[in-house]
């Protein structure tokens, strides 16, 4: 069974960072494309960044851009999202997601893996 889980949430106040992790199985992992969308209280899930298989390519949303990072480190089957800067409007449930992909692209929609979620919470 293929698995993504988050962890590195929690309540931080405005300024503040964050780095969440999302550990993959190996078979998620190889040649997947990776993102982190977010769900705020009667909001849409939305994209935040995403990363191609290889590592090298990026997206980001303009909400975050400048301010969070997306990483992915293949040793350890895993994909990270450093926050910094994070403001009160960065509020929500994120999720780690996968999806296969040519090796060059950055989907941002499509993703068919889904982890269980980790709540972020920024205080003001």
């Known amino acids: 069974q293929v698995q993504l889980v988050e962890s590195g949430g929690g309540l931080v106040q405005t300024g503040g960072s964050l780095r969440l992790s999302c550990a993959a199985s190996?078979?998620?992992?190889?040649?997947?494309?990776m993102g982190w969308f977010r769900q705020a209280p009667g909001k849409e899930r939305e994209v935040v960044a995403a990363?191609?298989?290889?590592?090298?390519?990026?997206y980001y949303a303009d909400s975050v851009k400048g301010r969070f990072t997306i990483s992915r480190e293949y040793a350890k089957n895993t994909v990270y999202l450093q926050m910094n800067s994070l403001k009160p409007e960065d509020t929500a449930v994120y999720y780690c997601?996968?999806?296969?992909?040519?090796?060059?692209?950055?989907?941002?929609?499509?993703?068919?893996?889904w982890g269980q979620g980790t709540q972020v919470t920024v205080s003001s």
């Open positions: 997601a996968g999806r296969p992909a040519p090796m060059t692209e950055v989907p941002t929609i499509g993703y068919s893996t």
């Open positions: 190996r078979r998620t992992f190889t040649a997947y494309a």
């Open positions: 990363i191609n298989w290889r590592g090298d390519n990026t």
